[in-house]
């Protein structure tokens, strides 16, 4: 056994030689790789270790896109990087692929903590780019992590200490290194920014700083994206320095350059913005076996839109994503959208970036982007890893000049497209039936209103948009809304903090609100409860205190009109007129007064009443008609089948009124029967307390000769034959103490009895 111990510690120690051995090959091909002059094409070709050879390999990654053959050399030699290329490109190989061989040549285990840090902008991109982490990752020994919003906050803590390479989104990575014990950052190799433009914007702007505030100084840094920002204050930020810059930012000043794929047909057309949603529709109706994402500017929009075409059927699957949304809800349409293959997707900007959607078609940007950035990222859905794509983009006439202007200097000039009117349908008319009919569709159409206009007022670019010019009333009758309802507009510095609250962790916003104690200031200063919450909460119900507003001033309009409306009116009263209210005086008066029979006894039986058209009652046979009435029979036969009715009728009352009355007889004589057994009792203890040396005293019935006779009817109706009386009279307790003598007889039945009964009693 010592032997095999021995051995198995030689052969685990060769290993490891071998494995340094192997690793210091490998670092030796990476200093002298040249990527100018190698002319390899697959990812074989690179200095990489077998492990991620074979992930690639069978995850069937095996020739390299342009971006990875620039950028995957310059990061394996450790450089820090700056990298943009065109969408669709295959940047997240460019960038993971790095981070799994720096640490594999580190020799990174799980008791060196976190590695290797992946920060994207949505949680979309986050979970695509965990999943292709673990596919390319199978044969490695690191563990990886994903932590987004709308996850289980409790279930990420248990497990984040134990994470080599962390993927995830600004919030909850700020949160986690606050909250999380175990997570250990000091030793941190790599960071990456996917998606950086976005992540060094506004939005992202503090939540970042304090990520990079709790990173080591000394690491590498990856920043990558489709459209790259070079400012040096945001460089500065990440301590990017001394960095290498790849990709189209390069070339950018080329005009012969484009930061969309060739393969991409783009093109535009000019519309109203009334007639948006018409050639909107239409142009579904005319691609049903086509694969699509349509964007629009709001979630609102996308909300409003998908309820109404989702009721307007226009022939192919229809789906909605947008921020909004639940975790799960937001995960299913994706794997839904991924799938399928004819399909239409209203989404907002949430999936305009990095997510790789497959064999899209068509990407129809419905509002106007706000940039040419988000233009490029829009249009990047489709014609991805050189596959064929189509885009259309819909311009107002207010937006065409100033944005086609955007576009040329970025070298991208679509082809403008004309409008068969043939194919055009409108659909006002159908809209406006169903805001109608549907009090919530109409709601949304309010809000889809008030967001579209808002978008368009926080604007920058104000160039192309114009909000003086926009046609509030048009765009509010295309929607299927009466009337614009009124918006009440926020200044530029409130919309740019309520992006920074959007993007912020509700934790940590109660945690900056905290004082130096750590304890939380609770500026209400009352407590909450979740059941507060839940009833202040405003739009329980559609019924919101928006929409209240409204439905209340229609009412105010119809009150003025005075149609169909009554008023409360003050009248007279006249005492003279009114009914003397005298209480009965008598006890009979009284009886007939709260007895509902005998108040019903003079007023005959009830009958049933009609109003006519003056409003005066009146009893049913009057308003007949002689037509109704002989349609009904004969005189004579509606007499004898009323007669024969009401005989039927009377008959059922009496046997219950018999049934009734017999009952009343029984519960009678069962109380008199009482009241006789009492009074039996109370004279034998008469009798007990008589200290007189006499004769025995009886009592026997209830000293009314009358009421003791029974009747053989009686006799029948008596529920108990046998009369509870006495079955044994003792002698007072002097008497018995003297002779013992007792008296025994049986319950006197008849007349005849009774005075057997005596004469014994006598002669005894």
């Known amino acids: 056994m010592a032997k095999k111990g021995k051995t198995s510690t030689a052969a685990r120690k060769q290993l490891r030689q071998k494995e340094d051995a192997y690793i210091k090959e490998l670092e030796t091909k990476i ?20 492990q991620t050879l074979k992930g690639l390999r069978d995850s069937a990654f095996i020739k390299m896109t342009e971006i990875q053959k620039m950028s995957i050399p310059v990061s394996l030699k450790g450089h820090d990087l700056l990298a943009a290329a065109k969408t669709g490109s295959g940047k997240t190989l460019a960038f993971l692929i790095p981070v799994i061989e720096k640490l594999y040549r580190e020799k990174w285990t799980e008791f060196d903590g ?12 986050a979970m695509q780019t965990y999943e292709v982490l673990t596919k390319i990752g199978r044969y490695t020994s690191f563990s990886a992590g994903l932590v987004i919003g709308g996850k289980e906050v409790k279930f990420e803590l248990d497990r984040i200490s134990k994470i080599n390479i962390l993927v ?11 909250q999380a014990v175990g997570l250990n950052t000091s030793n941190l190799q790599v960071l990456v920014l996917d998606e950086a433009d976005r992540c060094l914007d506004m939005g992202f702007k503090k939540t970042l700083d304090a990520i990079v505030m709790n990173l080591p100084p000394v690491r590498q840094t990856l920043l990558f994206s489709a459209t790259q920002s070079q400012s040096l204050a945001d460089l500065a930020r990440l301590s990017l320095t001394d960095y290498k810059s790849v990709g189209t930012a390069e070339v950018k000043d080329d005009s012969n350059s484009s930061a969309t794929p060739d393969t991409l047909q783009q093109s535009y057309i000019s519309v109203e913005l009334p007639d948006k949603l018409d050639i909107l ?19 609102k929009q996308v909300h409003f839109v998908y309820e109404t075409f989702r009721k307007l059927q226009p022939g192919i699957s229809l789906m909605h994503l947008h921020g909004r949304q639940k975790q799960t809800a937001r995960t299913e349409t994706l794997d839904k959208f991924s799938r399928a293959q004819h399909t239409c997707l209203f989404a ?21 982007p706000e940039n040419v950035d988000t ?8 014609a991805r890893y050189g596959k064929q794509g189509k885009s259309l983009v819909m311009l107002t006439p207010q937006e065409e000049e100033g944005f086609l202007k955007r576009l040329k200097q970025r070298h991208i000039e679509p082809n403008k497209l004309t409008i068969k009117q043939s194919r055009k349908k409108s659909i006002k008319p159908q809209l406006q039936s169903l805001l109608f009919q549907d009090p919530e569709l109409k709601y949304l159409g309010q809000k889809a209103f008030i967001s579209y206009v808002r978008s368009i007022f926080i604007q920058k670019d104000k160039e192309v948009f114009k909000f003086e010019e926009l046609p509030t009333e048009e765009f509010a009758n295309s929607l299927g809304l009466p009337g614009a309802p009124k918006i009440k507009m926020k200044g530029m510095k409130s919309v740019e903090k309520a992006k920074e609250l959007k993007n912020t962790s509700r934790q940590l916003l109660s945690l900056s609100k905290a004082n130096d104690d750590g304890e939380i200031i609770n500026q209400n200063k009352e407590v909450r409860t979740k059941h507060d919450k839940m009833f202040n909460r405003k739009n329980q119900t559609v019924l919101s205190e928006h929409y209240l507003n409204i439905t209340k001033a229609q009412a105010d309009e119809d009150e003025e009109d005075g149609f169909m409306t009554m008023k409360r009116q003050d009248h007279e009263i006249k005492e003279e007129e009114l009914p003397q209210l005298i209480a009965p005086t008598s006890k009979r008066a009284m009886r007939k007064a709260t ?6 006894a003079g007023k005959g039986n009830p009958s049933k009443l009609v109003f006519d058209e003056d409003g005066h009652a009146r ?9 109704d009435f002989h349609k009904k029979g004969d005189a004579e036969e509606q007499k004898n089948a009323f007669l024969l009715k009401e005989t039927e009728t009377m008959t059922h009352v009496d046997v219950e009124d018999k049934k009734l009355a017999k009952a009343k007889r029984q519960e009678k004589k069962r109380k008199r029967l009482e009241a006789m057994r009492r009074e039996a009792e109370a004279g034998m203890d008469q009798e007990s307390s008589d200290d007189q040396e006499g004769g025995y005293q009886v009592a026997v019935g209830t000293g009314n000769l009358s009421d003791d006779m029974v009747s053989d009817d009686d006799e029948d109706r008596r529920p108990d034959k046998r009369r509870r009386f006495p079955e044994r009279i003792e002698e007072s307790e002097d008497r018995r103490a003297g002779s013992g003598h007792i008296v025994e007889i049986e319950q006197p039945e008849t007349l005849e009895d009774l005075e057997s009964l005596t004469s014994r009693l006598i002669q005894s």
């Open 348 to 368: 907002t900007d949430v999936v305009a970036r990095g997510i790789d959607f497959p064999a899209v078609d068509w990407v129809v940007q419905a509002d106007c």
């Open 168 to 178: 995830g989104t600004p919030g909850r990575i700020l949160q986690h290194m606050d």
């Open 114 to 125: 976190l590695g290797a840090l992946i920060i994207s902008p949505t949680r979309e991109l």
């Open 375 to 382: 233009y490029i990222h829009r249009v990047g859905r489709s």
């Open 31 to 50: 200093e002298e790789f040249d990527p100018k002059t190698s002319r390899g094409e697959l990812f074989k070709d690179l200095p990489l270790s077998h």
């Open 619 to 627: 009893p049913i046979y009057e308003l007949e008609g002689e037509e």
């Open 595 to 600: 007895s509902k029979k005998a108040s019903m």
């Open 281 to 299: 529709f239409s142009f579904i109706k005319t691609h049903l076996k086509c694969k699509m994402i349509v964007f629009l500017s709001s979630s």
